[in-house]
């Protein structure tokens, strides 16, 4: 039986890691074709390459794929003789290469026609653009007379896929190995448009023919590229690197969810998928998305702002579609909030999303970018979004002066040592409440209190004396001041529970017993110098305890502060 040929168009993850390896499993013959002439070259000189298949932490599968051509867009005979040999192609680039990528190949195809003039040829689309077949069709016919668009018309088919595999970048240790190397989630399934191929459609075992792509792309869209964006986004604010650690941090994954919830609603009221389908493909999403062998970025997925916070796209989309359906999308909101806040120096569409804001103004920037119009719906919606950027600026501000009481909380330790005055130093600084009496009379609070060690540890007590400056209760007013005096002790309750989570109890033996593997006589100078000898100001020991300490006080003071802000400029 003569081998089958697939022509992917786009050599990068996605065609090589998701559809040359699909097609490669099922005994196709792929030829490449690609503009970089450094990928083209590194293929054809290696003559393999390998696809890692990081289904879990702990299930990883690496296939190895060589049966391949690979070709240089600028080496016209063999891509002519190519797409003469072949029945199928795949459009694996990016949107904005659509019309070039058509052009090219619409006159290749009426170099096959005059081979084989009865013999149909399909492409299939594999981008993450929405109804991306009506996009480049219109390329695609663009220079054709009507003869030669009747005959498109008859024999060539454009059909759209949904793209569900991830294919991030690779690890480095990989790279090192294997130049050509695509790390991907293993996700086996290509939905494609069934009733737009022209002729046979081919069988694949990862087919899943589709009989309506709009409510499965919009459902891939609006769930799969929505949360990947909302942890992006939301998760930037606290400095999260990896789409995994934005679920692991329980503020993130509340709006993923939250997020997911919603648009779930939506999507059962303007499609009838039943709750029972859409509870198993939310959690499909979630699990798909919490791969930590996968390594998936932020950066990745918050990239190109510009073109995501579209109307039609992953987050504007789903929360037009929401309130369509009298559903509220507050989780999607505070994500578009954080989206206009993405800031990054070397994401150019970033840039200048940041320009438009100074220069148009927040208010402007997101009706234009986010076409929203002037139904009264949509201005709320407008309204409300601008709300969620100034509270996401402020998301991560906070974040950033949480982090730096942290830097300089360890700082201070590890230089000056004394716990107690290095985390009221970090913490008060940060906060603007540093008061030189209060810093000095903390003293004597080293070592668990005076060296004794069997008393409280000495970074929650600066903590507290922090809390006590912002929430006193007064000297001219001993008698009263309740109201603070109550809010006082709230937030220490939330200090102890929090440094017990943390390092088991607010003793400083108990402390020392846990980080160190026994606990020490401090008013011993023989005994302070083994505490030094066991890691004492390491950067390990109890500098990082009171950079801890510091920014957990800094983030649990932020409600509380904001919350105070509030009331007065109320």
């Not at 991030?168 to 695509?182: F, K, Q, W």
């Not at 509220?328 to 999303?353: M, T, V």
């Amino acid at each position: 039986m003569e081998k089958r040929n697939i022509l992917i168009w786009g050599a990068g993850r996605i065609g090589r890691g998701f559809i040359g390896d699909l097609f490669s499993e099922s005994g196709f013959h792929l030829v490449f074709v690609d503009q970089s002439d450094k990928l083209v070259e590194l293929l054809s000189k290696n003559g393999q390459y390998t696809v890692v298949r990081a289904l879990s932490d702990t299930v990883i599968r690496r296939i190895q794929i060589s049966d391949y051509d690979a070709f240089h867009v600028s080496q016209a005979a063999e891509i002519e003789k190519a797409v003469e040999n072949t029945d199928l192609i795949a459009v694996a680039v990016f949107p904005q290469s659509f019309e070039s990528t058509a052009v090219d190949l619409a006159n290749l195809i009426l170099k096959r026609r005059a081979v084989r003039p009865n013999e149909p040829i399909n492409i299939i689309l594999c981008t993450n653009l929405i109804h991306a077949g009506p996009i480049f069709k219109e390329y695609l016919w663009k220079r054709l007379s009507a003869d030669e668009k009747k005959y498109f018309e008859e024999n060539v088919g454009v059909v759209e896929s949904l793209v569900i595999r991830i294919a991030p970048v690779p690890p480095a240790c990989e790279v090192e190995i294997d130049p050509l190397v695509v790390w991907t989630n293993g996700y086996s399934e290509l939905p494609v448009e069934a009733n737009a191929f022209q002729g046979q459609a081919p069988s694949l075992p990862t087919f899943r023919m589709v009989s309506d792509m709009r409510s499965e792309e919009k459902r891939k869209i609006y769930t799969y590229n929505m949360c990947h964006a909302v942890l992006a986004y939301r998760g930037d604010l606290y400095g999260h690197q990896l789409l995994v650690d934005c679920l692991a941090d329980p503020a993130v994954r509340v709006e993923a969810e939250g997020a997911l919830g919603e648009i779930s609603q939506a999507l059962q009221a303007e499609y009838g998928f039943s709750k029972t389908e859409m509870d198993a493909w939310i959690q499909g999403v979630i699990e798909q998305t919490n791969n930590r062998t996968v390594g998936d970025s932020v950066v990745r997925s918050a990239a190109d702002p510009l073109r995501k916070l579209h109307r039609d796209d992953r987050l504007i989309g789903p929360a037009l579609l929401c309130m369509k359906h009298s559903i509220k999308p507050a989780h999607l909101i505070r994500a578009i909030g954080a989206a206009f806040s993405y800031n990054k120096e070397d994401d150019q569409n970033s840039r200048k999303l940041l320009e438009s804001i100074h220069s148009k103004g927040i208010s402007n920037t997101i009706k234009e970018v986010c076409g929203l119009g002037d139904t009264a719906e949509e201005m709320v919606m407008a309204q409300e979004i601008e709300i969620a950027y100034e509270d996401a600026l402020i998301e991560k501000k906070w974040h950033e002066m949480a982090v730096n009481a942290y830097k300089l909380g360890f700082e201070y330790e590890k230089v000056y040592h004394g716990c107690g005055q290095c985390v009221y130093a970090a913490a008060s600084e940060v906060l603007g409440c540093f008061e030189r009496e209060t810093f000095e009379a903390a003293t004597g609070l080293s070592g668990g209190i005076g060296l004794l060690t069997d008393c409280t540890c000495s970074a929650f007590t600066g903590a507290v004396l922090v809390i006590g400056n912002l929430f006193p209760r007064r000297r001219q007013n001993f008698g009263g001041d309740r109201e603070n005096k109550y809010a006082n002790f709230a937030l220490v309750q939330q200090l102890h529970d929090r440094f017990v989570e943390e390092f088991g109890s607010i003793t400083c033996a108990c402390v020392h017993q846990k980080k160190y593997g026994r606990t020490f006589n401090m008013r011993s100078k023989e005994e302070r110098d083994q505490f030094e000898a066991c890691g004492a100001h390491s950067d390990t020991g109890c500098p990082e305890l009171v950079g801890k300490v510091a920014q957990f006080t800094v983030e649990l003071l932020k409600p509380a502060l904001l919350s105070l802000k509030k009331e007065k400029t109320i």
